[in-house]
């Protein structure tokens, strides 16, 4: 079984930024596909950020232009950058990662296979 580990959520006002790290028990992300996934209070799950197995990134509709999915090799880790956030972006962020090499999807195709235990990010307005 492949555990993941989210850091780096907290408080931060409206308009400000936060990065989030996700670290993977298999070492780097190689040719798997990794990302974020968000969950609000009496919402469904939602699409944020994928990294595929090319380095190929996609977002969701409403944190395009705001976040920035990446990855830090030397310390293995995927990493999500957080810019102009506001309540809306309030939620349990989740590191989710496949199981299938050579991973093509996307954040509206990605089978979430991992899930991490989730990291809170509240945006107080």
């Known amino acids: 079984q492949v555990h993941l580990v989210e850091s780096g959520g907290g408080s931060v006002q409206a308009g400000g930024s936060l990065e989030l790290s996700c670290s993977a028990s298999?070492?780097?992300?190689?040719?798997?596909?990794m990302g974020w996934f968000r969950q609000a209070p009496g919402k469904e799950r939602e699409g944020v950020a994928v990294l595929d197995g090319y380095g190929r990134t996609s977002y969701g509709d409403s944190v395009k232009g705001r976040f920035t999915i990446s990855e830090d090799k030397a310390r293995m880790l995927v990493l999500l950058q957080m810019t102009s956030l506001g309540p809306e972006d309030t939620a349990t962020y989740y590191c989710?990662?496949?199981?299938?090499?050579?991973?093509?999807?996307?954040?509206?195709?990605?089978?979430?296979?991992?899930w991490g235990q989730g990291t809170q990010v509240t945006v107080n307005p």
């Open positions: 989710v990662k496949t199981a299938r090499r050579y991973c093509t999807s996307t954040v509206a195709t990605i089978s979430t296979d991992y």
């Open positions: 298999d070492g780097a992300r190689g040719s798997f596909c």
